[in-house]
């Protein structure tokens, strides 16, 4: 099947914080730490919209892509072969680098493009709270 499929691609499109107005902001708990995956003494700032003229008094202004790449090679190829489920055929795309539209949003907040809020409303984040 690999010589038949390149790689699979999954996109979606979060708005893009304003850059006049975005409001830093320390997670403060539990929850909201472990959906970004940082330790409870982690001092970074992430932002939250607010609204201002520029945006229209929404918070956002422009989208921006998050996306994952599922990349087709011989071990995946082989997986499927012999009908591996779908944990066995993640975790070795896992090993090789993959990573989860979940996870580009994350880093998309942690990077001050986007917020939690918005990128709540586009990908499933309970895999990440438990």
């Not at 390149?6 to 996109?11: E, K, L, M, S, T």
């Not at 003229?53 to 012999?82: N, P, Q, V, W």
Request: proline share 2%; with cysteine.
């Amino acid at each position: 099947m690999s010589g038949n499929i390149i790689g699979v691609v999954a996109q979606r499109l979060v708005r893009r914080l304003c850059t006049k107005c975005k409001q830093p902001f320390t997670p403060d708990d539990d929850g909201t730490r472990r959906i970004l995956g940082v330790a409870a003494g982690w001092q970074g700032t992430v932002y939250r919209h607010v609204g201002c003229g520029s945006c229209d008094h929404t918070g956002y202004k422009g989208r921006l892509a998050i996306m994952e790449l599922f990349r087709m090679d011989g071990e995946i190829d082989e997986l499927i072969a012999r009908r591996a489920t779908g944990r066995e055929i993640r975790e070795s795309a896992r090993k090789r680098g993959f990573r989860t539209l979940a996870e580009d949003a994350v880093n998309r907040v942690l990077q001050g493009d986007t917020d939690l809020e918005e990128i709540s409303r586009i990908v499933d984040l309970t895999d990440r709270i438990d």
